[in-house]
């Protein structure tokens, strides 16, 4: 997350690239491959950063699979406190994960 922060902040678009990719690899946006996913990286907050980048990125495909995790993995008081560095998810979003 913090590479996707840096290379959105200064525009290195190089950086960028390969970074929302392979936030792509661990969000994939194919439904059959999320408990793929799931069972080898268990969702965390995490997820509540990766709803925040695929936002900030303009990243859709990112986005579902994320806010996913934010509804199955996340507990109750990880959505609403939001996670570490700060990151929760907006009034919207939260919304759509309650």
Known sequence: SYRIRLAHKYDI??????????????????????????????YSTRAIAAVNLARLTETPSVLLSALYACCQRVPEEGLLDGAKHADVLDRVDLQRCM
């Open 13 to 42: 678009k190089d950086l960028l690239q390969i970074s929302v990719y392979q936030s792509k690899v661990l969000y994939p946006s194919v439904v059959f491959r999320w408990t793929d996913i799931e069972n080898a990286h268990p």
